[in-house]
């Protein structure tokens, strides 16, 4: 639901609904969104303006998002001197969020693309281009608070992870690049907010409400370490494939994956700096899988960099104009082509909600454009009701029961007469809901 509510906010700014401080949800609900900086609604927004707002741009554009994170993390397992690129890549669309974030809109797709940016930036300041570097990673983490806040400042920690680790900076040089990053980050940030009363006003309320809000009042999960469970569990499939390798690297050449300190240290690095991202949440109770998105491409380096000298030594070895060679690469290329097309055949079929979706394309027929049609209080708290009609057809919802509109949308099961409010059930054919129209 909440990708379709970022989703339905983009399209309004697109078409000039709104601005970019102030996202416009519908024209009686969220009328000013400040749940979350403003930066994914924009950079959306524009993406639909070129391209149109239909539902494919959308998906088109997360999972755009997501390639070019794995796109990212490839560079940044290079620039560790990993050779065997693919397998970081593998690894990350084995976990199973990151798979269900690219058709779901969920801002965090935008944000690890920077996050990833901010520390591949600095693995480039060590050899050359120092400041133009760090500069570079100190814009990428202010352009990630611009987009969800501040989780986007966790790699901030990686330059004493790294120090910490490798061992091959100064602990001075260390804490100067952190410094400078710092700085550059913050700058754009504190730059607007104290030259411009509505930006902060702005800000002020984000951080009431979402900061604060999320950690004093609320509770989503039963324990802090919930986040900590799920980051394992979505590394299971990966973390099952590392440990096979291992039991056939004992059982037939009696080595272990360990057997390389240097990259067992970049595997350590790499594990630990993803903690980063996610042990922070523990602060709040309401957490949830997708809060630890930006983690991910970081363990999928560590865990690759385990057995990197030893797929890359059978890599090797590969005849790569063999015949069997051929048939893997080919069916490997339908495979991913057959796996695209069915993500996109079943665009806009969610199973969950196939009814409420079915009615509302009947009853949308009946509606004019734009409209705001009333529902009953039974109803105020069906978010993903409002978000369907915002985002496929314009239609808003009016909560105040004393706005009695021209149309009244129900469940079947809530429905009695509205005879004495005026109200004519609407004959169609529907499976969930009902439709009554105003009499004159």
């Known amino acids: 639901m909440d990708g379709i509510i970022y989703a339905v906010l983009s399209k309004n700014f697109a078409v000039g609904e709104g ?20 930066m994914f609604f924009f950079l959306q927004g524009m993406i639909f303006k070129i ?8 998906r088109l554009f997360s999972v755009l998002c997501i390639v070019l994170t794995g796109i990212i993390t490839i560079k940044t397992y290079k620039r560790l001197d990993l050779k065997s690129g ?5 690894f990350l669309v084995l976990i199973p969020l990151i798979t269900w974030s690219a058709t779901n809109n969920m801002i965090e797709n935008a944000l690890i693309i920077f996050t990833s940016f901010s520390v591949l930036f600095y693995l ?60 550059i980050s913050i700058a754009p940030i504190i730059i607007p907010i104290y030259s411009s009363p509505e930006v902060m006003d702005y800000f002020n309320h984000y951080f009431k409400t979402q900061i604060m809000g999320s950690i004093e009042n609320a509770v989503t999960v039963n324990s802090r370490f919930y986040i900590v469970w799920r980051f394992l569990r979505e590394l299971l499939i990966p973390i ?20 390389n300190k240097e990259n067992n240290k970049k595997a350590l690095m790499m594990f630990l700096f993803s903690l ?8 709040s109770m309401k957490q949830s899988g997708f809060y630890i998105l930006t983690a991910f491409p970081f363990a999928a380096i560590a865990l690759s960099a385990l057995i990197d000298e030893y797929i890359y030594e059978l890599s090797s070895k590969l005849n790569l104009k063999s015949k069997g060679f051929s048939i893997f ?50 109803m105020r708290e069906e978010y993903s009701l409002f978000a369907y009609y915002a985002r496929f057809h314009d239609i808003s919802m009016d909560l105040n029961p004393d706005n009695q509109r021209q149309y009244l949308l129900i469940r079947k099961e809530y429905s009695y007469s509205f005879e004495e409010m005026n109200y004519k059930k609407v004959d169609l054919e529907t499976q969930s809901f009902d439709l009554y129209e105003k009499e004159n």
């Open 19 to 38: 601005s970019f401080l102030y996202p416009v949800f519908s024209e009686t609900f969220l009328l000013n969104f400040q749940s979350h900086p403003p």
């Open 51 to 58: 391209f149109g707002t239909s539902f494919l741009v959308e």
């Open 86 to 90: 693919f397998l970081p890549l593998l």
């Open 124 to 183: 480039y300041s060590l050899k050359n281009k120092r400041l133009v570097f760090l500069f570079l990673a100190g814009i990428s983490i202010a352009i990630g608070f611009s987009i969800k806040g501040f989780v986007a400042f966790f790699p901030l920690s990686f330059p004493f992870v790294y120090w910490l680790v490798i061992r091959d900076t100064a602990f001075k040089r260390m804490f100067f690049d952190t410094m400078l990053i710092l700085i």
């Open 240 to 259: 099952i494939i590392i440990g096979l390798f291992e039991i056939i690297l004992r059982l037939k050449w009696k080595i272990t994956i360990f057997k």
């Open 276 to 283: 980063t991202a996610v042990l922070p949440v523990m602060v």
């Open 329 to 378: 690469k080919y069916v490997s290329i339908c495979l991913l082509v057959v796996s695209i097309s069915f993500g996109f055949l079943f665009i806009g079929k969610d199973g969950r909600d196939a009814k409420l979706l079915s009615d509302m394309d009947v009853i949308a027929k009946k509606l004019p454009q734009k409209s705001i049609i009333s529902v009953t209080n039974q």
